[in-house]
């Protein structure tokens, strides 16, 4: 929830229920947790202190206006939702109204901004964001915790494609940023194979057929993305002396706040990181582990990682 000026405001959230709709923690499997990717938004705001003050008021005003336009989100899907459910137009009245005094205060909260003799965003205690206007706290907090990664991973892409951003911040690894060169590639098509889509990087995705080639390039520029993001998180738990068995990796499920947990060695111990274009394709794994074998230790190989199917 976003703290508020006014108490009744975060209570008319709670009445709500509209956080009841976030996905519950699951319980912990076998294995330890090895490592976990950082918020994206939370290493954006560790390279603050280097950047002009126009920056940072820029992102406090991104993720003011992040926060609106999520709540004016779960707002509609509960109106959906309800809808959907044979609600009547009372109780759907009385959830709009519910919710109206939780936008009026983020729409206020925008509004200071812009009149703020000090502004200030900063990491708390357990990555909590807070943004600091004229001394008063907001807390920054979603109304769906499982979706918290992409929304912050969104204005922290947001931010970056405004200004200039150090280093690789997004992720441990640039690709989250903009991954250019990483996702490129091309066509291979051939009477006698299936159509293969090869990337820079040495990806490479079949597909059982030629059409909508578009969307199933798109299919695997994200695929590599994904696959360089957890390129970098293996190479964390890897230089931290953690035991990666390579042809064991595996996606096991994913978690509360919308990263997925990715097995690592026989123990079941895993790395938590959001990989949403490897969880929704049938990837190859024991592929997939030899290169990124390779691109941890620094060599180059192909690999295909998705395959057409029979």
């Given amino acids: 929830m976003v703290r508020l000026r006014h108490a009744g405001a975060a209570l008319a959230i709670a009445a709500l229920g509209l956080a009841v709709a976030a996905t519950a923690t699951a319980a912990d499997p076998a294995g330890r947790q090895l490592y976990a990717e950082p918020s994206p938004l939370a290493s954006l705001i560790d390279a603050l202190p280097g950047m002009p003050v126009e920056a940072r008021l820029d992102l406090a005003a991104i993720i003011v206006e992040g926060l609106v336009v999520a709540y004016e989100a779960e707002l509609d899907r509960a109106m959906e939702d309800g809808r959907r459910r044979g609600a009547s137009e009372r109780d759907l009245a009385r959830w709009a109204q519910g919710i109206a005094p939780i936008l009026d205060e983020l729409m206020a909260w925008q509004a200071d901004l812009y009149v703020a003799q000090q502004v200030e965003v900063r990491v708390e205690r357990h990555n909590q964001v807070v943004l600091m206007i004229d001394g ?154 030899r290169w990124l074998q390779a691109e941890v230790e620094g060599r180059t190989v192909t690999a295909t990682v998705l395959r057409a199917s029979p």
């Fill in 136 to 289: 008063r706290p907001l807390w920054i907090a979603w109304p769906r915790i499982s979706a918290r990664s992409a929304l912050e991973r969104d204005l922290a892409t947001e931010f970056c494609r405004r200004h200039e951003c150090p280093g690789e911040i997004l992720a441990g690894t640039a690709a989250r940023a903009a991954a250019p060169s990483a996702a490129q590639g091309t066509w291979r098509l051939s009477q006698f194979q299936p159509p293969t889509w090869e990337s820079a990087a040495g990806v490479n995705c079949e597909f059982p057929d030629y059409a909508r080639l578009g969307e199933r390039e798109q299919v695997c520029r994200d695929v590599v993305t994904d696959l360089h993001a957890l390129a970098a998180a293996l190479r964390a738990a890897w230089r931290g002396g953690e035991q990666v068995e390579w042809g064991r990796l595996g996606l096991r499920a994913g978690t509360s706040d919308g990263r997925h947990q990715v097995t690592v060695n026989r123990r079941g111990d895993y790395i938590a990181v959001y990989v949403p274009a490897l969880a929704a394709q049938p990837i190859d794994w024991p592929e997939a582990g």
